[in-house]
């Protein structure tokens, strides 16, 4: 059963430091992994989506790795700015399309100015 | 354009109550799924269809029953609401082969139960 934990729970930096959010998943079989950010009473909207043969997605200031064998994703934030406080998620999709999304319990973000 | 959207995005009730709430989206997607945010923010799938076909059924009371009239809409019903099935309900859709199955989310409905 695939389990997704999420490290630190909570972070908390000055403006303009470089960050980096780690994700963990049990099942190295997965069709993709995402990166989502969650602010206060919203939905979830997607940052990065990395699809099991890739190795790193970049958009802009952020950039997110994988590697599968070591069942590990990180989220690199550079140049934080107030503006990027929030929760971010890792998800992970199953072997197939049709599999479902596990969801870990997200790193809630504090970039202080 | 809101890409996934729900209705409502707040609802309040008492026990016993049925209550539905209704998503849509435009993206031209072919799968939707219910997935149920907790007091812990903790996301968990609830449903997922595919073409209208049920393919994920978590292990949900069958006092939720969702149905999907077409590939576009995705409802849930609840029926005789109880006090722990507060929380906020997200809706969401992907394609299953295009967009390597990005998943996109509505903005979510919280159901207070009183």
């Known amino acids: 059963k695939q389990e997704v934990t999420q490290i630190p729970a909570a972070l908390s930096v000055p403006e303009g430091e470089n960050l980096v959010l780690n994700c963990s998943f049990t099942?190295?079989?997965?069709?993709?992994l995402q990166w989502f950010r969650q602010d206060p009473g919203k939905g979830l909207t997607s940052l990065l989506l990395i699809q099991s043969s890739q190795r790193e997605q970049t958009s802009g200031r952020l950039n997110a790795s994988l590697d599968k064998s070591s069942g590990r994703s990180t989220l690199y934030i550079a140049a934080s700015q107030p503006g990027d406080s929030a929760t971010y998620l890792c998800a992970v999709r199953g072997k197939t399309s049709y599999d479902k999304v596990i969801f870990g319990p997200g790193t809630s973000l504090s970039v202080i100015p | 354009d809101t890409a996934v959207s729900q209705t409502p995005k707040y609802l309040v009730t008492q026990m016993g109550n049925d209550k539905s709430i209704k998503c849509e989206q435009n993206l031209g997607h072919d799968t939707m799924y219910w997935y149920k945010q907790d007091s812990k923010k903790f996301l968990k799938i609830m449903f997922s269809y595919n073409n209208k076909e049920l393919i994920i059924n978590e292990t949900v009371p069958n006092r939720f029953s969702p149905k999907s009239p077409d590939k576009a809409h995705l409802n849930l019903h609840i029926n005789s609401l109880e006090l722990g099935d507060s929380a906020v309900y997200f809706c969401?859709?992907?394609?299953?082969?295009?967009?390597?199955?990005?998943?996109?989310f509505g903005e979510g409905s919280r159901l207070t139960v009183l």
């Open positions: 099942d190295s079989a997965i069709y993709n």
């Open positions: 969401a859709s992907s394609h299953r082969v295009a967009l390597a199955g990005e998943l996109f």
